[in-house]
């Protein structure tokens, strides 16, 4: 059972609040490129294979010069666009423009006299030749992965198409490429300004979630569900989540070898415990314990909307502040930089795990929107990040266009972006194996 219990509760998360996190900021993109006058051929809930398309307007294209119609159900091929040698198959009896039942690209092995032609079926007239137009309606898709969404655009790095992302003026494409960051960032602000309206714990302590055998802690008789009172008698708690766990792994790694006082809370009575850390290979101290945070006596606080608005950005704004002196903390040595290693969406998901029990522990809708904002702040900063295939690094593409006046040829600039793709692709793949083989948290946590 623990294993299905933590599959369960990270398909949770998953589906039900990184996925949504996600959704928002391609719904960003699609509410942009739509003012923008940006052809979105599809926009989909999940990842394909594709499941069933839930809506779409009819489009048009020509075949040579034979208008037709595309219903807006019909499912259109990949990188379909002008100019390309296409097949389709319509109903020849018809009045009107035809009504297309099935498009696809004409087959390669297809003599040059097959273009233009039509050919009478059982199953309909096929028609053969070069799409000299194409004005598809955006497609509403519901997909087989129930994780995040997409939108398709016209052209991302192609200007000939009038109506392609590429095509449109400097300003609307800085829009549509800052626009899914901006819906994240306005997520994060929503989603805090929520958490402290419906009640925000004032003060935190530690909750110890694991004991590691042969550890300092189990020697000490440390058990997992104590909760830390009291370090070396000054009061452990804190008045933001994390702050305490910091607290105490501060005294943690500076008491190597030395006795360490404790306080803890066990079934509502306290106790002292002496333990002793180890000294670690880097020669600081190691207790051997898992931390969770957990509210102190005495409730939360419920803000009004104008205070809960100002500290929901007091606190982005600390975020942003942080994330934008890391590189000099980094250089100074302020900051380890195992400390600050990349997490993948398996590591983003086993926290965001840990914050809905949180929340359904204690009734505190608190903890999993709290964790939900700063994952919606973190994807929107992450997405700026002047790196080739990533929103921001689309944006310097057209803010190096503004400077010199023209822009980067589209074949060199779509290379840069798919070689960017690749990297990410595979240092994602590296972050996400180690997340699974070193997890942020011990996969046990999630059995709860």
């Not at 009478?120 to 992965?145: A, F, H, V």
């Not at 602000?189 to 530690?206: I, K």
């Not at 008491?255 to 809370?265: D, E, K, V």
Request: aromatic share 8%.
């Amino acid at each position: 059972m623990g294993f299905v219990t933590i599959v369960v509760w990270f398909a949770a998360s998953l589906i039900f609040i990184l996925g949504p996190i996600i959704l928002i900021h391609e719904l960003g993109h699609f509410w942009a490129a739509k003012r923008s006058g940006v052809r979105v051929e599809e926009f989909g809930i999940g990842y394909p294979p594709r499941m069933i398309t839930l809506a779409g307007q009819e489009g048009s294209l020509v075949i040579n010069d034979i208008p037709m119609v595309i219903p807006g159900r019909l499912r259109l091929p990949l990188g379909l666009a002008r100019g390309q040698r296409v097949e389709a198959l319509v109903k020849a009896e018809q009045p009107g423009p035809y009504r297309i039942q099935r498009l696809a690209f004409a087959p390669d092995h297809l003599p040059e006299d097959a273009f233009p032609s039509y050919e009478d079926t059982e199953k309909g007239r096929i028609y053969r030749g070069t799409l000299t137009s194409y004005e598809p309606s955006t497609q509403y898709t519901l997909n087989w992965i129930p994780f995040g969404g997409f939108t398709r655009m016209t052209g991302e790095e192609d200007p000939s198409d009038p109506r392609s992302l590429s095509a449109q003026s400097k300003r609307a494409r800085l829009l549509v490429l800052a626009a899914g960051s901006l819906a994240n960032l306005l997520a994060a602000f929503l989603l805090l300004t929520a958490g402290y309206v419906f009640g925000h714990p004032e003060r935190f302590y530690v909750r110890v979630s694991e004991v590691i055998p042969g550890s300092a802690a189990e020697a000490a008789g440390i058990l997992p569900e104590d909760v830390i009172t009291e370090i070396n008698g000054a009061p452990a708690e804190s008045e933001t989540p994390f702050d305490a766990q910091e607290r105490l792994r501060s005294a943690i790694s500076a008491s190597a070898g030395q006795p360490l006082t404790l306080t803890i809370l066990r079934d509502g009575t306290p106790l002292a415990i002496v333990a002793v850390p180890s000294r670690a290979e880097d020669g600081y101290g190691f207790l051997g314990i898992g931390m969770l945070d957990i509210e102190a006596p005495g409730g939360p606080t419920f803000y009004s909307i104008p205070r809960a608005a100002a500290s929901a950005l007091g606190d982005m704004g600390d975020v942003i502040l942080s994330v934008a002196q890391l590189p000099r903390l980094l250089i100074q040595g302020d900051v380890a930089p195992q400390d600050v290693q990349p997490t993948s969406v398996v590591g983003i998901n086993e926290i965001v795990t840990i914050s809905l029990q949180e929340s359904l522990r204690n009734n505190r809708p608190w903890y999993a929107l709290n964790t939900a904002a700063m994952v919606s702040l973190a994807l929107g900063l992450t997405n700026l990040l002047p790196l080739p295939a990533l929103d921001g690094g689309r944006i310097v593409f057209v803010l190096i266009e503004a400077i010199r006046g023209r822009r980067i040829r589209p074949e060199v600039e779509a290379s840069i972006h798919f070689a960017g793709m690749v990297i990410l692709l595979a240092l994602l793949a590296v972050v996400m194996v180690r997340d699974i083989v070193n997890p942020v948290l011990p996969w046990e946590i999630l059995n709860q």
